[in-house]
């Protein structure tokens, strides 16, 4: 029986599959055309899977050779006559469910190649006259990466003899990795790995430009998740609503691979198969709370970047607007984990997933520090009643709660914090029963738009600033139209007032506009 894979390479007998025929399809068009590129994305996003998909699609035509340098070890990058002999013997061991004869096979170890040189004219010789596909897997496993960047270099001056028909060299070939060549190397060097000499110089900037342009969306569209739903649904036969459960899948994870799959693995799994819009927020909340590799990596990475801590911490608690630069080293690293997506004319966090776990790792440790004031002392059974969530109530406490604390000379904090400060305060409240995600694309320095999902029930907040009662008359009416588009009959907004010696009286009261409810609190 098939199952959901999120450990590994997926195959088709084995496991469901999203059908990614259409990306293969570009993918065979550049192979086809002779091209050398790399397919850099982040951690989990399907990259092993895909090269082993092109490895099956080849035709006759190619002879495909397809490594990986996971495992092989720092001693392998230590020296050139190491290196060698590490790539001959992963190519022969590929090779034996290659499309070749033995001999050719037995041919790719040689024991005089021993450096580059000598590697060099190997590859002339066993490439002449076939069509020899290479595909390198983990590119970027390895700490000690110099001695391959001169292999990169290498390939680079035989792919522009070949184009030239004046050396024979790889038809084609296709590095995987999260890095791309050019940031392997600025890594190395940060890690005071890699210090590029006079006469590396040319190498370092510009190791890998004959790569053509990799612009295949990797992620999967909600017609793309459908396909594996409905390989699934002839095996179970659940009646699941196929459209809109990939739809809702896709809304959560914005067709980040492992996420995919992650949330169908726990439906099927772990929730007896409930294959509803509630199954899948059930699925999310468990996703939300579970330890895995890429939210390990997701942490760590920006943990070791402050640039980077600042600015995720920045577009989602502060609501500062990017707009990406490729300059940008720092937007260009978040872009490069996956954590950030290009949506034009801003960047965004690239799915809900990382959003909601971002912001509860941010209010988890808890950014107000030991020093700074707290609201706490609110019990989750003050605020749920028969497994009812009372968001009235909760805003009301909070409200309480924030005069009590802070004052004027708080103002400076609460202008960075405030948001932090109510995320925190939320957070453990709807811990284990809900969880809450920040609307991304309406968040800036005036306003935030929060939905909180417990149990069956949604909650629309929106935080703004004070900025006048037109201003406010205006919030009103944007929440409103954020209320009609999740068809809510009731929203909350709760406005941070930051002006020192002229702070409004504050309140907390319904209004009812247009045959709709608003809890209007007012800090």
């Known amino acids: 029986m098939k199952k959901f894979n999120v450990t590994g390479v997926c195959v088709p007998s084995k496991d469901y599959m999203v ?31 895909t ?11 190619y002879i495909c050779a397809r490594i990986s340098f996971q495992g092989t070890g720092d001693r392998s990058f230590e020296t050139e006559e190491a290196f060698c002999k590490m790539f001959m013997e992963l190519v022969y061991r590929t090779l034996q469910f290659a499309n070749v004869d033995d001999e050719y096979r037995e041919k790719w170890v ?29 590119v970027d496993k390895t700490s ?29 070939v296709i590095l995987a990795g999260v890095y791309d060549i050019k940031n392997i190397k600025l890594k190395m060097i940060e890690e005071g790995i890699y210090i590029p000499t006079a006469t590396e110089s040319k190498l370092y900037n510009s190791p890998w430009n004959i790569a053509a342009d990799f612009e295949i969306d990797m992620s999967f569209t909600p017609m793309e998740i459908s ?15 196929i459209a809109a459960i990939s739809e809702e899948i896709y809304i959560y994870t914005s067709g980040y691979p492992f996420l995919v799959s992650r949330i169908c693995q726990h439906i099927d799994e772990k929730l007896d198969k409930d294959w509803t819009i509630n199954g899948v927020r059930e699925a999310v909340k468990i996703l939300l709370t579970e330890k895995n590799t890429l939210f390990d990596d997701l942490f760590k990475n920006l943990e070791n970047s402050k640039d980077l801590y600042n600015l995720i911490y920045d577009m989602l608690i502060v609501g500062e607007k990017r707009t990406f630069n490729a300059d940008n080293p720092t937007l260009s690293l978040a872009m490069m984990y996956g954590i950030i997506t290009n949506t034009k004319p801003h960047v965004s966090i690239s799915n809900r997933i990382f959003e909601i776990r971002i912001c509860n790792y941010l209010a988890s440790k808890d950014e107000l520090s030991s020093s700074k004031k707290k609201i706490s002392g609110v019990l989750q059974e003050d605020i749920v009643k028969d497994g009812k969530f009372d968001m009235e109530l909760c805003l009301s406490k909070f409200a309480g709660h924030y005069n009590e604390i802070f004052n004027n000379d708080d103002i400076e904090f609460l202008e960075r914090h405030g948001r932090l400060l109510f995320l925190s305060y939320l957070r453990p409240l709807i811990n284990g029963q809900g969880f809450y995600h920040i609307e991304s694309q309406f968040t800036d320095l005036r306003r935030m738009d929060i939905i909180v999902d417990f149990g069956r029930d949604q909650f629309i907040i929106e935080l703004k600033l004070w900025k006048g009662e ?12 954020y209320m009609e588009s999740k068809k809510a009959n009731e929203g909350y907004l709760l406005t941070f007032d930051f002006r020192k010696g002229k702070r409004k009286e504050r309140n907390a009261e319904w209004i009812e506009i247009d045959g709709k409810r608003i809890f209007d609190v007012l800090v």
């Open 470 to 481: 037109k201003r406010h008359e205006e919030a009103h009416e944007q929440l409103l139209g």
């Open 51 to 61: 090269l082993s998909r092109i490895q099956k699609t080849l035709t006759a035509e």
């Open 227 to 241: 396909t594996m739903l409905s390989e699934y649904e002839s095996d179970h036969k659940t009646e699941m609503d």
């Open 144 to 172: 000690h990466n110099r001695v391959f960047l001169h292999f990169i270099g290498m390939l680079r001056e035989k792919f522009l003899l070949y184009r030239e028909d004046m050396d024979y060299t790889f038809h084609s």
């Open 19 to 49: 059908d990614i025929s259409g990306k293969l399809e570009k993918i065979m068009k550049l192979i086809d055309e002779g091209s050398y590129f790399t397919i850099n994305r982040a951690r989990q996003y399907g990259k092993t899977t």
């Open 110 to 138: 040689d024991l005089s190649v021993t450096s580059f040189t000598t590697l060099d004219a190997h590859i002339t010789k066993m490439c002449k006259g076939k069509k020899v596909v290479l595909l390198i897997d983990e």
